[in-house]
C-alpha cells in the first residue's frame, strides 16, 4: 500500500497498521500529520498567545552559519581588481553595496563584517526547515546586527516557512539586537560598520524596522573586557528570557560562537568560565550549533539534543547504532551477548545513550517493546514539567522488511563509500568492511535502518540525501570490556566443532569443542550454563561486581565448604528456564511436562535460598538470594502441589486436578469411573426391549456425540436404509458395529451429561485460574531462577579454580598488569610439565611496550595468548593460572593472533591483519591490551617492517600508549624504532646442542638474533638435504657470499653461462 500525505484529511483520524508500512511510509505518514497540525495553527493567523495556546516558553540560541573567510580564506582577495569578483563556487554571486564600497575602507569593512558563504546560506536554510519538521513553533527571530548573522537568519525564516506554510499577514520578521554581537578578543580595531536596516530592507531581507534592540549600539566597545561581555552577554540572554515567559513564545537568537555559553548560566547560575577554558569552547563550536532550554514554570532546563536510536535484538545477540545530531556522529555497537529475560545490557545503552528516538522492529518480543515503551514513560514523569513530552520522546515501530540484512548491508556500503548509485562495487564492499564489523548481523541492520531513517527525517543531509556524519565510530556500554569476535576466536575462548551425532547436535550442527569455557563450564542447570557463557561474553569492568564473584569464589572454593558444593549441585540440576514455560502460559499452549519442570524449579529455588539463608558465613556468595520472596514461592509451589495430580497428568497426558479440590470435579469423576458398570446394568434392561432380536449388545459412551446403543453388523445388511430401525434413531458404524440412540440413552444424556467433557472444562476453569496466579508471581520466579543460575555458575568456577590450582587476582584501577608464574589455561592441560613465565607491564618499571623475538616454535604466540587469556579472566571475576597476579582494569582487548580472511568479505588475508590492526589504532586508549602476532609477513618484507614499525611508532608517541605486546621475526624492525623508556625487548631462552637447538620456553629481557628455521624443519619432519640447503643460504646470505645451486661448482656454473 502507499501512502500520500497531501491526501490526508487532518480532520480526521487515520489509523494503519505499523507493521503493513515501510519506513518511508511510515516516516511520511507521521510528517503529514506534523504539517496538518501546523497548518491548522498557522492558518489562523495568530500567535500561540492569541490562541490561547498556553505554550511552553522556549528559547534557543544559534550561532551563524559558514563564513565567506572560512578555510584560512581572505576576503581582500575578492577585491583585487577594485570590486567584488567570486573566486570560487561557494562565493556569492554578488554582495550588498556599502558606501564607498569600492574604496579600501570598504574592502575592510567586509573584513570585519563577514558574509555568509553559499554553502552557509544553503545549510542555514535546512536548518529552518529541519526546525518546522519538528513541530518547533518560532515565534521570534533575533539577530546579531552582524551581516552573517543576519542572513542566516532570514535563511532559517525562509526554510521555516517553506515548511510551514505560513500566510502572507504573518509572516516572521528578524528583528536586529545590537547586544547580540561577539566579543572582540582584541583583535577588532572598530566597531564593525554595521549595514542599515534601510540596506537590507533594499536587498529583501525581511527585517523588523520596528523594533528598538535592548542593548544600544552605542554602548558596544572594543575594548571590552572579557568579565564585561559575560556580564553583557548575560544580562541580554536573561531579558530574553523573561520576554519568552512573558508572553510564553519561543524565541531564536541568532548570535556568534562566543555567545554559546551564556545560555549555561541561565540554567546553571554558573560562575564565569575560566577564560581558557571559554576559547577551547569557542573554538570547537561548530556552524549552525544550536542549544535551547524550556521553562517549566518554576526554572529553566536544557533540552537535549535529538539522538536517535536503532536496536535489533536476534538470538541472544543485540546490535545497535545512533546518530548523535549534536555532534553529527554516528556510533555503533557491535553484536553483544543478551539475555531475553532480563535486557541488563539493553536498560544500560539507554541509560547511557538517552535517546529522544528509538527505532525498533514491528516484530520485536513482546517483552522487549514493554521495557522500550517503559523507558520511554519514565523519561517523560522524569521530565513531567515538559508539557510536550510526547513529542520529545519518539517510539517509532519499523517493519520487519526493513531490518533484511542484504539490504541493509548494501546501504551501509553505500553511506561509507559516498556513493549514491544503487549498487555499491567491490571495493566500496571491501572499504566498508574495514570501517564497520560486517560479521556483526544485528548491528548491520540497526545501522542500515538508521541511515534510512536519517536519510528521510533529518535535515542534517548532503546533496546525496544521505545524513552528515563526521565519522563513523563505535561505542561501549559503560564498565563494559570490548572484544570483538576476532579476540574470542583468536584466544580460544570458544571452539565450534562438529557434533558426530546428528541427534544430539545443537540447532548449527555443532557442539562446544576443547576452550576456555568449555573448561570452566561445569555448570549443573542449563541456565547457569546459558548465564555462563554471557559472563564469558561480556567481561566488565565494573570493580564492585568482580570483587564480588572473587568474594564468592574464594569462599566456595575452601576445603571447608566443598560440603557446599555437593548438598547444592543436585537440587541445581532440576532448574530449567521459565521463559519459555511463561510465554506458552500466556499463550494458553502450556503442557504437563511445563507443570513438572516449573514445580520442581520453583521447589529447588527454594531449597537453594533456605540453604543460603541458614548459613550466615555464606551470605557473601549471593546477597540479592536474600531478596527472594520465600513466602511468595512457597506459596505457589504449594498451590501447585495442591491442585495438580502429577502421576494423572502424566498418565493422561493433560492437566489433572487432585481429588478434595472442587466438589462437582470429584463427583465427574466418580461417575466416570462408575460408568462401565452403570451402561452394563442399563443395556441389560434395555436389550428385551429392542424392536428386532439380537444376539449381543453393548451401551457405549463416546465425548461429545454421548450415549448410544452398539450392535453387531449384519451380513444382510447393504445399504444405509437397511440400518433403519423402528423407534431408534441410526446414528453411524465403526467396527462392524451400529450404532443407535433411543429415548433411553437421550435420558442418559440428559441426567448423566457429557462426563469428560464437564471434566475437562472444570478442570480447565481451575489450571486458567492456577495460570493466572503463577503468572502474576512470575517475576519472582524468575528473579529466583536467575539467582540459583548465578549461584550454578559461582560454583562452576570455583571447581575449575580448585582443580586447576588458580589464584585470586588483585583487581585494580591502574595502569599495570603484573602476574608471576602464569600459565596458559589451556595450553597446560596439553603439555606437561609447562614452564611458567611472568607478565609485567606498566608506565614506569616494566614499560608498556614488548617487542617478543625469537626461534620458530619456541613459544611466543603461546604467551601472548597467555597475556590476553589471564587479563580476559580477571574480567569475568575468574581466578587466573598463576603464582600471584596484579591487574590492572582494561578498556579493550585487540587481536591480530592469526588470519580471519573469508571469501564471503572479498577481502585478501593480508587486508584481513590490517583491518584488526586498524581497529586497535583506531580505538586503543592508554587502558587497552593489544596483541600482536607476526603482523606483516603477508606482504613484502620492506612494507612489513614499514607497516609494524609505523604502527609501533604510533602508540610509543603518543601520551597515552596502551599496553603492547607484539612478536615478529622482521629483526629490522629492531633497529628503525625510537628509543623509548615505555619500550622493552624480550626473547625467549634456547639451548644449543651442536646443530639441535632446544627451547626452554622462558621469556627472559633481550633480542633475538637468528630464527632457527632450519632446526624448526627438521623437527617439523623436512628431509635433512633440504634442512642443511637451508643453513647454506642463510650463512651465505650472512656473509655476504654468492648462491650457487645445491651440487654445483664453479666449472659447471661457468659452462652453464657459455650456452
Known sequence: MSVDPEEIDPKKTVRIPMNTLNTTQCLALKRAKKRNVRRTLKHSGRSNKENGLNATPKIMMMRHGERLDSCHFDIRQCFQKGVYTPLQLNHPSCLQLRSNGELPEGVDAWVEDTPLSNMGRAAAFLMGRALAREEETLDYVFASPAYRCVETADEVVRGYESECDFLPDVKLKVKIEDGLFEYGFGRLSRVPPFLSLAAFKEEQYCVDEDYVPFFPREQLSVDETYLQFVRRSQAVVEHFAEFSITNRCCTLLVSHAPYMDSLTSLYKGKEPRNPKEWIRLVQNTPYLYMRALKWNGKKWFCCPPPIVLCIYLSNQKLGAAYYDTDSSKIFTLNDVAESMDEFSLLIDVLNQVRPTTILFSSKADERLCKLINDFQNNKCQQNGEVEDAENENDLIVVAASEFELSRCKNTVQQFISSVSSDHASVEDKIRATLFVDMESVCMIRALGVLINYCEIESASTDHFGRPVAFCLRSFEVNDMLVMDDNAYESL????????????????????????????????????????????????????????????????????????????????????????????????????????????????????????????????????????????????????????????????????????????????????????????????????????????????????????????????????????????????????????????????????????????KDLESSIMISLQNFVLKHATVIQHAVECAATIDCLISMALTAREYNWVRPELVEENVIDVSGSRHPLQELCTAPFVNNSVKSDENEFGKMHVLTGPNACGKSVYLKQVGLLVYLAHIGSFVPASSARIGLVDRICTRLHSTGSINDGMSTFAADVKQVAMATKYATKKSLIIIDEFGKGTLTDVGVALLGACLTYWLERDKCPHVFVSTHLYRLLNILPESPLLRYKTMKVMRQGEDVLFLYSICDGQATESYAACAASKAGLPERVCNRIRQVCQNQKRGYQLFRPESTAEDIKEEFKR
Open 492 to 759: 580460544q575462548i570458544f571452539k565450534k566443532q562438529f557434533h558426530p551425532s546428528v541427534y544430539k547436535a545443537g540447532r548449527d550442527g555443532f557442539k562446544e569443542g576443547f576452550g576456555l569455557f568449555s573448561v570452566c563450564n561445569r555448570c549443573c542447570s542449563s541456565v547457569g550454563a546459558a548465564k555462563l557463557r554471557r559472563w564469558f561474553l561480556r567481561p566488565t569492568r565494573n570493580l564492585n561486581k568482580l570483587k564480588q564473584r572473587l568474594d564468592s569464589i574464594e569462599i566456595l572454593s575452601c576445603d571447608s565448604n566443598f560440603h557446599f558444593i555437593q548438598a547444592i549441585q543436585k537440587p541445581l540440576k532440576q532448574i530449567k528456564s521459565v521463559t519459555a514455560i511463561f510465554n506458552r502460559l500466556r499463550a494458553a499452549k502450556v503442557n504437563p511436562s511445563d507443570w513438572i519442570s516449573l514445580y520442581k524449579t520453583i521447589n529447588a529455588c527454594i531449597f537453594v535460598a533456605e540453604f543460603l539463608k541458614n548459613r550466615k558465613n555464606l551470605k557473601v556468595i549471593l546477597s540479592e538470594m536474600y531478596d527472594i520472596s520465600l513466602e511468595k514461592l512457597q506459596k505457589i509451589s504449594s498451590l501447585i502441589n495442591e491442585l495438580v495430580d502429577f502421576k494423572a497428568m502424566v498418565e493422561e497426558r493433560q492437566f489433572a486436578v487432585k481429588s478434595g479440590i472442587d466438589r462437582t470435579l470429584d463427583e465427574k469423576k466418580e461417575l466416570l469411573k462408575r460408568l462401565p458398570e452403570l451402561l452394563t446394568e442399563v443395556i441389560k434392561s434395555e436389550v428385551d426391549n429392542l424392536p428386532f432380536p439380537i444376539a449381543a449388545c453393548t451401551c457405549v459412551y463416546i465425548p461429545t456425540i454421548g450415549y448410544l446403543i452398539a450392535v453387531p453388523r449384519s451380513s444382510s445388511c447393504s445399504k444405509d436404509g437397511d440400518y433403519e430401525k423402528p423407534g431408534l434413531e441410526f446414528m453411524f458404524i465403526t467396527n462392524d458395529r451400529v450404532h443407535y440412540k433411543n429415548e433411553t440413552m437421550r435420558q442418559l444424556d440428559a441426567e448423566l451429561g457429557d462426563v469428560k467433557l464437564d471434566i
